[in-house]
Every structure is written in structure tokens, then in C-alpha cells.
């Protein structure tokens, strides 16, 4: 048995996109688990740019099944939409390669309506900042269950629009009740839409975790693709400002079907920095210049909002919690190459919480709010590092900083990356 998990261990976007399509080449099959379209993965090579939201990087190499397993939510427009950008550049993808469970729960449009009347309710500096994709409303009727549709429900018109018809006859209700401007929904219009979308779809869908069962029983390489980061995780991430999803490597197990014991190696990928899109306390972020000029270095823009990412110092108490909760194996340090240049940099190694000094991360963000990072200052290196491909000629202050991150998330770091491309990669 074989199988290897790319988790990130930050508040997402640490370049999981990057890591998972350099690996693709040594697996047979890479596999969506949790998330949905609030998820933006990019991977860059021979020139071009990929932008993924729901669908695997495996996507993008030939002979690579990709599966889009149970614990994902899947909104059929911008799936296929995505389907269509990626065939239009590199062709059609075959039924048999690419697979979505009938178990996976579908976003509607009310799921959206619903997100925008829950964040408008909250206070500016307690909004969770969502991507309002529909992610948190739609796994909240999948916990709910009285109003939650499966992918696999749509494959049955007369049962798909009775239930369709009563919820959306129940949303209409509860959302004119909150919102005066609500426009009621159409149940007649939705189901008709998605049904067109289900005769699309109708190819792909099918038992995911009977398939990832065999696929393990036949030897064959499993990779899982994680989305978000593990301190976004539901349970264990900063609650309430988390997604509604397990993204730790928590979620695999339940996400996917496979059994945990089946993962041989755990990746956690972290930035050399961190960043935070979103509501929520952030302990190291830099509301200055350094903070503006790793934005600007790193091009830190939400991939799906397109919103400015908060930008601080590497966080090696929250980094360690998720490398903790998620049991790496190993380490990928990502985006090294944006921290060239700058005179000194600063890692997080403790929390001091009321005058108190602590290498826990807190369980409650009323509690993370107060933390004062205890800072490692280190000095920068001032040569550009994007061409280099061996450790060793790493300028000797790189070297020391990842060897310090190392150190402080008691892992090894097996990958660094300095800079967008495939090739700008060190394997340590
Ligand atoms: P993901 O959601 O974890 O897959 O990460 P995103 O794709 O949202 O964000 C990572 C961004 O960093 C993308 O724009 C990548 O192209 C880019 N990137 C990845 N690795 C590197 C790197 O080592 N250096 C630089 N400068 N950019 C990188
Ligand atoms: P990838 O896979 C960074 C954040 C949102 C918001 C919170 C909840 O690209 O790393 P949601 O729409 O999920 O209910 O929003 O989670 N968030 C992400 N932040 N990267 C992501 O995905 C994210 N997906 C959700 O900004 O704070
Ligand atoms: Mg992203």
C-alpha cells in the first residue's frame, strides 16, 4: 500500500497546487477529499498557468486518474465551467479518468443567498471573511440532512425534484423573512438547470470510495490532494473563522473513504511566511511595509476573491500545531525566494498569553487574539535564490532559516520551493 497526503499547515494557499502536481508524476491516482470551489490551486509549467478550483491538479498530467471524492461539496456550474477551461487547453478528459462520487453534496444557489444573509448579519470584525461560494451553508445542511441533495440524488429526476421543490419552497420562506430585497427562487428553473448539468456530469459519477478501495488493492499510488489548511480545519482550526470542512490531515480519512492507516507519507507545506485571507486573529501579521512588500514579492492575492492576503512573519506555534494535528512525515517550504532581500527575518517560537510564556497553539480565538509572538531573529540574504537547484548553494542564511523552521516544527524539510514553476524546486 501506498499513499501520500499534501496537507497544508497553515491558514491555506501555501502552494499545495505546486507540490501535488510535482508529485502527480510518481502516483497513478490523485484524489479531492474536502472543500470545494472555495479552494484555489495554482501550478505553473512550460509556461503556462493553471488555476484550479475543484477539480485535482492530477487533472493536468495524462495516465492520472483524478477523483473527486465524498467529502467534497460541488457546485455543478463552476465544476463543469472549470472541466471546460481545462479541456479547451488540453483536451478532452476521458469518463474512466476522472471519477466524482455520487456521495459528494451539491451547492445551490440558495446555498450562496444564504452565506450572503449570514455574513451581512455579523459585525465587520466578526465576519469570517468566506469566499461565499456556499461552502459553510451547504455543509451545514449535509450535517442538517433534511435539506441536503447528493450528487447521486440528481440521477433520479422524479425523487430530485420533489425534494428540490420543498426546500426551495422552505428557503424562499426563510430567507423573505431575513432579507427585505430577497428575490424567491425558482424551483422549476433550478431543477431544470441542473438537471442539464446532471445528463453532463451522469459520465463521471460514480461509488468513489468502492473505487479507491480497489485502486489501493491493486497497488496503486493514491494521492491526496488537501485544500485550505489546517488551522482553517472546523474542528480544530481558529474556530468560528475556519471553513466547514476538515482540512487538516484530519479529513482524509472521512473525506475520502481510506482508511488512515493507508497513508505512507504525510506532506505538510508551509510558506516561509505566513498568510491569512479572511477574518480571524493572526498573531505575526505585519500590518507595514514588510507586510506590503511580501505582497507585493509574493503576489499574495486570493486566487478565488482575488482579495489582498494578510501577510506576517512565519508562525512556528501555529505551523507546528498543524504539523502536529496532521501527523507530517516531512515538510515542504514554499515561496522562499519572496524573503530575499530583506535585511533580518523573524520566526515565531513561542506565545506569551498574559505574561505567560507557551508553545501551545490556544483553542479559542479570544484567547489567540492576546497572544504577543516571542520572536527568533535571524539574518536575511541578499542574492535572488529563483535559479538555484541544490541545497547547498542556497546562500548560507537560507539555509539556516529553513534548518530553524525545521527545527521548531520537529520535522524534516524534504522540499524547497523558490519560485512558481515546476522546476524551481529543491528536493532536499
Ligand atoms: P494553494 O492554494 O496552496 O495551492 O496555493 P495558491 O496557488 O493559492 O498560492 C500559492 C501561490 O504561490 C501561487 O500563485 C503559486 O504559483 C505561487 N508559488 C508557488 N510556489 C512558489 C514559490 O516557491 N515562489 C513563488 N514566488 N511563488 C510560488
Ligand atoms: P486553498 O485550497 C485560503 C478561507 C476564507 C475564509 C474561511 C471560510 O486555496 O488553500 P469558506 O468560503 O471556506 O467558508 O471561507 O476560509 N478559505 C481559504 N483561505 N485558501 C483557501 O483554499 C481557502 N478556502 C477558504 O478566506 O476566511
Ligand atoms: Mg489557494
Known amino acids: 500500500m501506498s499513499a501520500t497526503a499534501v496537507v ?5 494557499d501555501e502552494a499545495k497546487g505546486k507540490i501535488v502536481d510535482l508529485l502527480t508524476s510518481e502516483h497513478d491516482v490523485v484524489v479531492r477529499y474536502q472543500g470545494g470551489n472555495n479552494a484555489g490551486h495554482t501550478v505553473k509549467f512550460d509556461g503556462q498557468t493553471y488555476k484550479l478550483s475543484l477539480l485535482p ?25 472549470e472541466l471546460d477551461g481545462i479541456e479547451s487547453r488540453r483536451g478532452k478528459v476521458a469518463p474512466e479518468k476522472f471519477l466524482v462520487s455520487d ?19 455579523r459585525k465587520n470584525d466578526e465576519k469570517i ?16 440532512r433534511t435539506h441536503a441533495i447528493r450528487v447521486g440524488d440528481m440521477l433520479y429526476p422524479d425523487q430530485f ?19 427585505p430585497e430577497f428575490k424567491p427562487f425558482d424551483a422549476e428553473a433550478i431543477f431544470t438547470e ?10 463521471y459519477i460514480c461509488d468513489t470510495t468502492a473505487f ?24 480544530h482550526g481558529t474556530f468560528p473563522f475556519v471553513t466547514s470542512s476538515s482540512s487538516s490531515g484530519c479529513g482524509i480519512h472521512s473525506g475520502s473513504g481510506v482508511p488512515e492507516r493507508a497513508i505512507t507519507r ?18 505575526t501579521e505585519l500590518n507595514n511595509e514588510i507586510g506590503q512588500h511580501i505582497r507585493d514579492v509574493g503576489h499574495e492575492y486570493g486566487t478565488v476573491t482575488g482579495r489582498p492576503r494578510r501577510c506576517g512573519w512565519f508562525d512556528a506555534i501555529a505551523a507546528g500545531y498543524g504539523a502536529r494535528l496532521s501527523g507530517v512525515d516531512c515538510i515542504s517550504v514554499m515561496l522562499l525566494d519572496v524573503l530575499s532581500g530583506l535585511d533580518e527575518l523573524k520566526i515565531c517560537e513561542a506565545y506569551e498569553i498574559n505574561g505567560e510564556r507557551t508553545t501551545d497553539f490556544p483553542s479559542h480565538v479570544e484567547r489567540l487574539a492576546q497572544v504577543k509572538p516571542v520572536y527568533r531573529t535571524l539574518p536575511g540574504w541578499k542574492s535572488e535564490i529563483a535559479h538555484i537547484r541544490k541545497v547547498a548553494d542556497l546562500p548560507a542564511n537560507a539555509r539556516r532559516y529553513v534548518d530553524t523552521i525545521a527545527e521548531l516544527l520537529c520535522s524534516q524539510v524534504e522540499i524547497i520551493s523558490v519560485g512558481p514553476d515546476r522546476e524551481q524546486t529543491i528536493l532536499g
Request: aromatic share 8%; glycine share 12%; charged share 20%.
Open 103 to 121: 456521495r459528494a453534496h451539491v451547492i445551490f444557489p440558495y446555498h450562496m443567498a444564504e452565506e450572503a444573509v449570514l455574513e451581512n448579519s
Open 212 to 235: 479507491l478501495h480497489h485502486a489501493l488493492a491493486a497497488k496503486k499510488r493514491l494521492l491526496f490532494e488537501g485544500a485550505q489548511g489546517s488551522l482553517l480545519d472546523l474542528d
Open 161 to 179: 425534484k420533489r425534494r428540490l421543490t420543498e426546500i426551495v419552497e422552505f428557503k424562499n420562506r426563510m430567507l423573505a423573512a431575513l432579507d
Open 266 to 283: 504525510m506532506i505538510g507545506v508551509v510558506k516561509a511566511y505566513t498568510t491569512r485571507v479572511g477574518g480571524g486573529p493572526f498573531p
Open 194 to 203: 441542473y438537471s442539464a448539468y446532471t445528463e453532463r456530469l451522469k459520465p
Open 57 to 81: 491538479a492530477g487533472i493536468l498530467r495524462d495516465g492520472i486518474t483524478s477523483v473527486v471524492a465524498t467529502g467534497v461539496v460541488i457546485n455543478p456550474k463552476a465544476f463543469l465551467g
Open 8 to 12: 497544508g499547515l497553515q491558514w491555506g
Open 129 to 144: 471573511g468566506t469566499t461565499m461560494r456556499g461552502i459553510g451553508t451547504c455543509y451545514r445542511e449535509k450535517a442538517g
